[in-house]
């Protein structure tokens, strides 16, 4: 259910979230291009808008694994957010979009997830979880080691309303370019042979 040719945009766009259907065609572009059998990691899922968006287009015999501890970010509840049924409305969209099969959930922190994953191990890391610099730094350093060569590291909210994300990206020093509006994407250089 690519969201190009996808009948059903109305239904996407009422999954409560801030992930713009610029920024899922954008990421839905990278993810096509990754092999069969990729494993991708989205960091913070929150009621699965992005995750669908991803699952639904994931090359064939690849996993999504979609990493939240699911109580909300301190900005979520700072605004007051509703973050008391989070999981269950996760799993009731993804299910909704008959993207389950392609979602392993792991609902624990970015950190404690980093550790189930070898180096060099993921085609894609998408990170979207707490958007304060200390937690994305600490997500970048744990994360960028488990993308295996030649593969993609793309953060939501570079450049908007987040100066933590764009602060964090520069502090570990990795080049990138903004895809479309507040995505950024870096891909990992290939190993000289």
């Known amino acids: 259910m690519s969201l190009y040719d996808f009948t059903g945009i109305l239904e996407w766009e009422g999954i409560e979230g801030w992930f713009s259907l610029a920024q899922a065609l954008a990421l839905q572009k990278i993810v096509k291009q990754l092999p ?8 913070g899922s929150y009621k699965g808008r ?5 699952a639904s287009v994931l090359p064939a015999d690849s996993i999504l694994y979609c990493v939240d501890h699911f109580q909300g970010s301190e900005e979520h509840k700072q605004s007051n957010f509703d973050v ?6 996760f ?4 299910e909704q979009f008959g993207v389950k099969d392609k979602i392993y959930t792991l609902s624990m922190t970015t950190t404690e997830a980093a550790a189930k994953f070898d180096p060099e191990s993921l085609d894609l890391v998408f990170v979207d979880a707490a ?8 997500d970048l350093l744990n994360w960028y080691p488990k993308i295996k060569p030649g593969g993609f590291l793309l953060c939501d ?7 933590g994300v ?7 020093g990795l ?3 903004l895809i479309t509006e507040s995505l950024w994407m870096h891909q990992k250089p290939k190993k000289k042979s």
């Open 131 to 138: 958007h304060d610099y200390d937690s994305v730094k600490a």
């Open 36 to 43: 069969t059998g990729s494993k991708v990691v989205e960091l």
């Open 50 to 54: 992005s995750s669908v968006a991803i």
């Open 84 to 89: 008391s049924n989070l999981l269950a409305a």
């Open 91 to 94: 799993t009731k969209n993804i």
């Open 157 to 163: 909210d570079y450049e908007v309303g987040w100066p």
């Open 175 to 177: 080049e990138g370019t």
């Open 166 to 172: 764009m602060r964090a990206v520069k502090t570990v």
